[in-house]
Structures are given as structure tokens and as C-alpha cells.
């Protein structure tokens, strides 16, 4: 099938790729003609394990190309793909301007049937402007043409997004016509052949599935959090809590890990949107507002148990801060846990000197050249001279270093772990100052006290 895909951010490229990958013929369309040219000579502009090799052998077998001119991908396409950003506005809702300009475009140039498969995360209803939107621009132009506009949702997590394209958990599809449901089957038949993986449900529902399931997963995240707090106080171990809950098959162990908070491009913007959505309908979400704060308040929990440790006196201090981007195996970003802690610890003064395995590259890019932020290649020499190691992402890279070098070569040894990679015990053992999330180090005593008191009576 010939395919058009307007957007090559993270979703559009993967997604291109990958229906490349398994005989599809894809056109790639986006206006930033610089990340164009770099595509072309096999540039990839984000980091995902395994999509380089993919977009390079598809481009080199002519099933993938790229190009910066609208009315050569609406000529391409039968199906015509979505997956362009929907950012933030100000009020905290999705601004999908750059949704509708691409539905513009397909109507101006379409001359025959097209299926017009949005994949961008939009408000409810937002499809079905779409559908009126192309409706008005084609009776403009005085000419009829049948399309359809269908809701198509994606799942991708950073880090797997290769592997979770190639191997949907499940594919939604928001339609009214059922009928053009037929080219989709075509479209991803290679992803269902072992299985049905396929929902079709209306659009509005579709629309509404996207933001419900990383609402819930910011949710099951921002619970754990919660719990880790009250571990903290109570002399709990969160781990042994996680573990003990993750064995309910009712709960399962996905996104029940403890730390400084999420962030990303989804998670975050998702959940504004959706509170967003509710106060225009008159409905007050207490539980999504919640999750939200918690993760806010959670953000700043390193800087909490810093300053405290160091009574507030952070000037002149230098950290080796290990883990720039948000997750592990992404070069994003985007509202990361690290980004409040380097900013903040900027204001008292301090210094950071930072190692990610991909993100020094895009952290240039946001932050430039400043004296009190040095961005290091190798997390060992990031050490030297800090006066303490902060851990904001859970790399492979980070899970089993040499302690020995970390003690010998901090100025003290410190290390305030906002993913609890390593053991309490072991790092008390090894002569570590460890603070990590709810392992159950700073019990207060007055709360001690009162607990045994209503024992006791």
C-alpha cells in the first residue's frame, strides 16, 4: 500500500519505519527541511534502539522516502497518516493547530478517495472536525470526493518503541464508516496475523482511550510515589512493598517503580489536557489533579533530602548528576526530573557536571554553554571534584558501578539515588550517605513515638 505520513517526529518516524519495514511504499512529509536533508543521509534526529539500521535499510530498498513538499505526499498516499505534535497551549490543553493544518493541506491538494488516519493525541471531537474542516475546504474548491477520517491511536513507549510497533499489545481504531475499516485490516495486516489485535470502536471513544491510558499510568506511578513517602515516615522499605503488591495479578509490576517523578512528552501533557477537558464540561477531576501534584511535589524530592543534607548551604557545591533524559534508552528531555533539579540547584549556585549515555547532545541544545553546567562523556570522570552523585534516570549503565572509584573519588560519599537503584544496607556497609526513595532512612522519631503510644493503649 502506498502510505503518507505527515510528521517525523518520534511517532511518525517509528511508525514509518516499521510499515516500511514489513513492504509497505511510505512517504515521509515534514516542513523542517534541514531534518529532511538529514534523513536522507541516514541522520537519524532521535535516539530509539534499533530504528536507525531500519530507516537506513528501507531508505536504501526505496520503500522510504522523505521530502518537504505537501502536495507530493497527498498525491502519494491512499492512506494519509497524522503525527504531528499537539503541544501544551498555555491554558494546559493540546493545541492541535498543527493537526488541522495538515488536514488543510490534504484538502486542498486531494484529487481522489483517501483514508485520513489520524495518530495525534486530540481532545474529543477533535476527528470529527477534522472531518468538517476537510468537508468545507473541498466545497470550496467546488469539487466532491469521498474520504474518510478515522482515530488511530498509538501506544509507543520510549526506549521499545520499535518493538511495541512491531508488536502491538493492541490496535484501536475509531471509525464511523466501517467499511474503509477494510483498508486498515490491509494496512496492518502483517501486526495480525497470529491474532486479532484490532478494537474498532467509535471515535469519540478512541479519542478518549488515548488520554484514559496514560492517565492511568501516571496514576499507577504517582500512587507508588505517594506509598514512598508514607514508607519514608513509617521505616517501611517501598521495594518490598512494590514487590509485594506487583504480585497481585490484579495490579501487575508495570509502572509501580518509585522515584523523582515522571516526564516526557506524553505522560505530563496528557494529564493537563484531560483535567483541561473536564473544567470546560464542568466536572472537577480530583483524582487526575492529585496525580498530577503528587508527581510535581515528587519532582522536587531529591532537592528536598539536597538541601537538608547540606542545610541549605549550596553555593560553591558541585554535583555529578548521572541521567539526563526522563526514561532510560531515549535522548528526550522533555519535562524530566532532572531539569528541576539542575535548575534549582543552579539558583543556590551550585555547579552540576552531568553524563547521560544519549541525552548530552539535545542537553546542548536546551541549555547551551553556561560555567556552572558541564556535560561529561564518561560518568566516572563526571565524579571528579563533585561533592556529592545525584542519580535522576535508571540507565543499564548506572546499576552496577565501581563503588570504590564513586567513594574515592566524590569529595564525600553521598549519592542522592532518585531511582533506588542500589541496596541501603550494602551502601551503609560500603561507608555511603545514601538517600533513595521510601527505603525507610528518614523515620521521624516524634511519629515513632506516637505510634507506639496508640499501640500501647
Known amino acids: 500500500m502506498k502510505i503518507t505520513v505527515f510528521g517525523v517526529g518520534y511517532v511518525g518516524l517509528v511508525q514509518a519505519a516499521i510499515l516500511a519495514e514489513v513492504g509497505h511504499d511510505v512517504l515521509c512529509i515534514d516542513i523542517d527541511a ?17 530504528l536507525s539500521p531500519l530507516i537506513i535499510q528501507n531508505c ?10 505537501a502536495e507530493e505526499g497527498v498525491g502519494h498516499g491512499l ?3 497524522i503525527t504531528v505534535d499537539t503541544p501544551s497551549d498555555s491554558d494546559g490543553m493540546s493545541d492541535c493547530k498543527n493537526v488541522l ?10 484529487d481522489h478517495y483517501k483514508v485520513i488516519l489520524n495518530k495525534s493525541t486530540v481532545p474529543v ?43 502491538p499489545d493492541r490496535i484501536i481504531i475509531g471509525a464511523n464508516n466501517t467499511n474503509a475499516v ?32 496514560n492517565c492511568m499510568l501516571a496514576t499507577k506511578i504517582s500512587f507508588m510515589n505517594e506509598i514512598a513517602n508514607l514508607a519514608e515516615l513509617l521505616g517501611a522499605d517501598i521495594e518490598k512493598v512494590r514487590q509485594g503488591i506487583g504480585s497481585d495479578s490484579r495490579i501487575g509490576n508495570s509502572f509501580i517503580y518509585p522515584g523523582c517523578g515522571y516526564g516526557g512528552s506524553c505522560l505530563p501533557k496528557d494529564i493537563r489536557a484531560l483535567i483541561r477537558i473536564a473544567e470546560k464540561l464542568g466536572y472537577q477531576s480530583y483524582l487526575l489533579k492529585a496525580v498530577e501534584n503528587i508527581n510535581e511535589i515528587q519532582k522536587h524530592k531529591l532537592l528536598t533530602l539536597i538541601k537538608n543534607h547540606y542545610k541549605d548551604d549550596l553555593k560553591g557545591k558541585t554535583f555529578a548528576l548521572w541521567g539526563i533524559s526522563f526514561k532510560p534508552n531515549t535522548n528526550d528531555i522533555r519535562e524530566a526530573s532532572s531539569r528541576i533539579i539542575m535548575e534549582t540547584l543552579w539558583e543556590f549556585g551550585a555547579t ?35 561533592d556529592a552523585l545525584i542519580i535522576c534516570t535508571e540507565w543499564n549503565a548506572f546499576r552496577v558501578p565501581d563503588f570504590n572509584l564513586i567513594k574515592n573519588t566524590l569529595k564525600e560519599p553521598v549519592i542522592f539515588d532518585g531511582r533506588n537503584l542500589y541496596d541501603p544496607k550494602q551502601m551503609k556497609q560500603r ?12 523515620i521521624q522519631k516524634s511519629l515513632n513515638t506516637a505510634l507506639d503510644r496508640d499501640i500501647n493503649d
Open 182 to 213: 477494510k483498508l486498515l485490516y490491509e494496512l496492518y495486516k502483517p501486526f495480525n496475523q497470529h491474532c486479532n489485535r484490532m478494537l474498532l470502536m467509535d471515535i469519540r471513544s478512541a479519542e478518549l482511550t488515548k488520554y484514559a491510558a
Open 352 to 386: 552540576i557536571q552531568a553524563h547521560d549515555p544519549e541525552a548530552i547532545q539535545e542537553t546542548r541544545r536546551i541549555y547551551g554553554f553556561r560555567k556552572d553546567l558541564k556535560l561529561i562523556a564518561k560518568k566516572e570522570l563526571a565524579l571528579k571534584h563533585a
Open 34 to 50: 534541514i531534518k529532511i536533508q538529514r534523513l536522507k543521509k541516514g541522520k537519524i534526529p532521535i535516539f530509539e534502539p534499533g
Open 79 to 81: 492512506i494519509q497518516i
Open 60 to 69: 536504501e530498498a526505496g520503500r522510504l522516502q522523505f521530502s518537504i513538499y
Open 125 to 167: 471531537g477533535t476527528t470529527e472536525h477534522i472531518s468538517c474542516l476537510i468537508k468545507k475546504i473541498l466545497k470550496q474548491r467546488g469539487i466532491q470526493l469521498k474520504y474518510d477520517v478515522m482515530f488511530n491511536p498509538e501506544f509507543l513507549k520510549e526506549g521499545t518503541a520499535v518493538t511495541d510497533c512491531m508488536n
Open 431 to 442: 561507608g555511603f550517605v545514601y538517600y533513595a526513595i521510601g527505603r525507610g532512612e528518614s
Open 101 to 110: 493544518s495538515v488536514a488543510r493541506v490534504i484538502a486542498k491538494y486531494m
